[in-house]
Every structure is written in C-alpha cells, then in structure tokens.
C-alpha cells in the first residue's frame, strides 16, 4: 500500500501567519491527492482535491500545490478558525488508499 | 442539500459483529460512492473502503480484509459498513462519506476524494 507522511506533525503559529504542511507519498499519486482540515468532535472537512483544486466553498486562502509524490498545503492569513488538524489523503486509481497521519496546527 | 445520518452508537463485546448505516439524502444515491473512514480515540483518520452505489464494487483496506463487507440500499439511499470479530482496537468513530464525482457510466472507478460526510458513529468494543 501506498504510505503517507506529514510534516511537521505540530505546527505552533500565531493569527496572521501562512503556514506551509507537506505531505509525501511512498510512490507516485499523480495529482490524486486531497486535503481535510478536522476540529474535535467533528467529521473532516474537504479543503482540496487533486492537489490544487479548491473545492466548493471554501476560503481561497487555503491553496495546494505538488504532483507525484511530494505535496504542500498553504494557509495564508490564519484565523482562529483555521487552528486544526490537517490530513492529507492519497486516492490514486486501483490502490488503497491511505491518510497521512495529521498536522496539528495550533496557536503559539 | 446533501445529508449523511449515521446510525448511534454501540457497545459490542470482542468477537461480535457491528453494522452501521449511513442514510443519505439530497442526491441521486446511485451515482455517488460513499467510502468509510475511522478515527481512534485521540488517533488519527483511517481509509477502511469504498462500495459503489451504482454496482456494488469494493475496495477495502488490507488491515481489514476478510472481517468487512460495505453494502449499499439503493431503495433507501442507505449505506451499510459491517465489521466482524471485533477486537479492543476496532474501538474508533466511525464515518460514511460520500465521492466528490459521480461515479462514471464507463470503465473502471474505485472512488476518490469525499465532500460530504456522515456525523460519525462511536464503537465500543468491550468486555
């Protein structure tokens, strides 16, 4: 299966600042590569799909970029809202597909 | 609008069988897959599978291979994830959710991102 790794697993930021999570496949996804921002006690919330997509809804203040198996998500502007736990998700073709393990962004 | 309302919780004993529902509504049920994903206490998201609305395909995590079978009702708009022979570790939140995109007409499609997600269903596995 293919694995997924996040980093930093805590990320420590204060309102205002853009913060940069990376997330990095065992092989390449292609551009088949999601992100989800959770707060406690609630289900995950989709922020991007296909690496760079912003879905539906969403503040354009969130931003992904990367293909193949290097991938980054930028926050620019945090608000307390933004403070949360983030996954990156692998849904390449014909594989299983996995979850990063989650950056925890909180407040400094 | 979009709605996923997941069954309540459960306390099941190790060794026993649970089955959750997803009851959907606000979208044309058979054209969307809904995949499950659990949540450890105090772990993190965990992919357990995929079943499709429109023909009943799988796709499952390894780890679980053998002891879940995801079903779909289409004359309910329900989804069903059953986990057998349960073990202390299975003890997790666990959501439906459905696909982004529609399940195409033609070739080959196992799922993708998900964009609207059930409330979650707590399982204790207990003796």
């Known amino acids: 299966d293919i694995q997924m790794t996040q980093s930093p697993s805590t990320l420590s930021a204060s309102v205002g600042d853009r913060v940069t999570i990376t997330c990095r496949a065992t092989?390449?996804?292609?551009?088949?590569l999601a992100w989800y921002q959770q707060k406690p006690g609630k289900a995950p919330k989709l922020l991007i799909y296909?690496?760079?997509s912003l879905h539906s809804g969403v503040s354009p203040k969130f931003s992904g970029s990367g293909s193949g198996t290097e991938f980054t998500l930028t926050i620019s502007g945090l608000q307390p809202d933004d403070f949360a736990t983030y996954y990156c998700?692998?849904?390449?073709?014909?594989?299983?597909?996995?979850f990063g393990p989650g950056t925890k962004v909180d407040i400094k | 609008q979009v709605q996923l309302v997941q069954s309540g919780p459960e306390v099941k004993k190790p060794g026993a069988s649970v089955k959750v529902s997803c009851k959907t509504s606000g979208y044309s049920f058979k054209n969307y897959g809904i995949t499950w994903v659990r949540q450890a206490p105090g772990q993190g998201l965990e992919w357990m599978g995929w079943?499709?609305?429109?023909?009943?395909?799988?796709n499952f995590a390894q780890k679980i291979l053998g002891r879940v079978t995801m079903t779909t009702d289409t004359s309910t708009s329900t989804a069903y994830m059953e986990l057998r022979s349960l073990r202390s570790d299975d003890t997790a939140v666990y959501f439906c959710?459905?696909?982004?995109?529609?399940?195409?007409?033609?070739?080959?499609?196992?799922?993708?991102?998900?964009?609207?997600w059930g409330q979650g269903t707590l399982v204790t596995v207990s003796s």
């Open positions: 092989e390449s996804v292609g551009n088949w």
């Open positions: 079943v499709s609305a429109y023909n009943g395909y799988t």
């Open positions: 959710a459905r696909d982004l995109d529609s399940t195409p007409l033609y070739g080959d499609y196992f799922g993708g991102a998900s964009d609207y």
């Open positions: 296909e690496a760079s």
């Open positions: 998700q692998q849904y390449k073709s014909y594989s299983r597909f996995t």
